[in-house]
């Protein structure tokens, strides 16, 4: 069985913008070869929005986020499809509690419940999962 990683999405977005791309970012992308990537079911709807609003100030070109799907459709990303409206008490206790975004919240939730580490390139995600003991993925995980 593959191992598991939440990947946020300020890691995945940084793989389709050049001024973007970081060492960690690229490990974890290189890491997938060995991991499969677990996200929120909010997932789809964050890429897409950062893509089109990214269309929308020439960021990019409408085929260089047809493209970026495209590559996402092939990597081992899967967006957990458990309801969020089942969540909400829980997501707005850690949201809430670590000062993060209800998007935000869902990601570290979701690396809680399934016991598996983060990547994050987030701040405040970093450190409200350090101050609740969920592991910082690494390459050396």
Not at 91 to 108: K, V
């Amino acid at each position: 069985m593959d191992r598991i990683v939440v990947v946020d999405n300020s890691i995945i977005m940084s793989w389709c913008f050049t001024d973007e791309t970081n060492e960690y970012a690229e490990t974890v992308l290189d890491k997938l070869s060995e991991y499969t990537a677990l996200v929120p079911s909010i997932w789809p709807l964050e890429v897409v929005n950062v893509l089109l609003v990214a269309e929308r100030r020439k960021r990019i070109k409408q085929t260089d986020s047809i493209r970026f799907i495209n590559l996402l459709a092939q990597l081992p990303i899967i967006a957990e499809h458990d309801c969020p409206d089942k969540r909400m008490m829980e997501l707005l206790t850690l949201g809430r509690i670590n000062n993060l975004s209800s998007y935000d919240a869902s990601y570290l939730d979701l690396a809680i419940r399934k016991n598996c580490p983060i990547a994050t390139l987030d701040k405040k995600m970093t450190e409200a999962a350090k101050k609740i003991d969920v592991t910082i993925f690494n390459s050396d995980v």
